[in-house]
């Protein structure tokens, strides 16, 4: 487990720690990361992670890009097609739905895969049915490809993604501030990030450290 260090005052860049021991497993999780880690039980060699905005899918796609050679791909940006048996990265999925080019690059992008033994691994917020997808041929091979899911935070991953937030940004609060943090705030990954990113710009401007009492204004609570 990292060690946190004393809260820092003044500005320094977010570093996002992005590898596998960064990645805090717990009950909401563990099932992803066990089946984009077997790459054999793929069917058609395709996998699809959902889950709610900022609940750690890019993060679980970096590990995955670093542990099978795989390239990120981007619809919205014309491309060559890859080396046949290439491993394959889209994130946010649902935001190309709708963009005709876009969801064609992807169509032919598929097809390509499934032709010369790639793989593909597609993270998205939404399921593809309400995504709002318009080439009917991209939408039922979306349609038909296998899913796995990160659940909403239990108290574990919750606690874990506000650490992990708040050591990318280099900042330390107490735990009694995280205990008090996680007894008020929203329940949701989300939520978590707009804190800590909050929290972060009142810290530096006012040049105190985070205590209770910013944590509660923040959250509109009674103090």
């Known amino acids: 487990m990292l060690k946190m260090s004393d809260q820092l005052s003044f500005e320094l860049p977010v570093r996002v720690a992005t590898g596998r021991t960064e990645y805090f497993l717990s009950a ?8 984009i880690d077997d790459l054999a039980s793929w069917p058609q060699r395709k996998m699809m992670v959902l889950g709610p905005e900022s609940c750690g899918k890019s993060h679980l796609l970096d590990i995955w890009i670093s542990d099978n ?7 919205l940006a014309v491309f060559d097609l890859p080396e046949p048996g290439a491993n394959i990265v889209l994130d946010d999925l649902q935001n190309i739905a709708g963009i005709l080019p876009a969801e064609t690059r992807l169509f032919h992008l598929h097809n390509h895969l499934q032709s010369t033994g790639g793989a593909l691994l597609m993270a998205s917020s939404l399921p593809v049915t309400q995504a709002g997808f318009q080439l009917p041929d991209l939408l039922s091979r979306l349609q038909g490809t296998a899913c796995t899911r990160i659940e909403a935070p239990d108290d574990d991953l919750l606690h874990a ?16 501030i995280i205990a008090y943090i996680l007894k008020n705030m929203d329940r949701t990954f989300i939520a978590a990030s707009a804190l800590v990113t909050e929290l972060d710009a009142q810290s530096m401007a006012s ?17």
Do not use: E, H
């Open 161 to 176: 993604v506000l650490l992990k937030n708040f050591m990318d940004r280099q900042l330390s609060p107490t735990p009694t």
């Open 207 to 223: 040049k105190r450290p985070i205590g209770r009492k910013m944590v509660a204004d923040i959250l509109s609570l009674k103090y």
């Open 28 to 35: 909401a999780n563990q099932m992803a990361v066990a089946t």
């Open 69 to 75: 050679a795989a390239q990120k791909f981007d619809p």
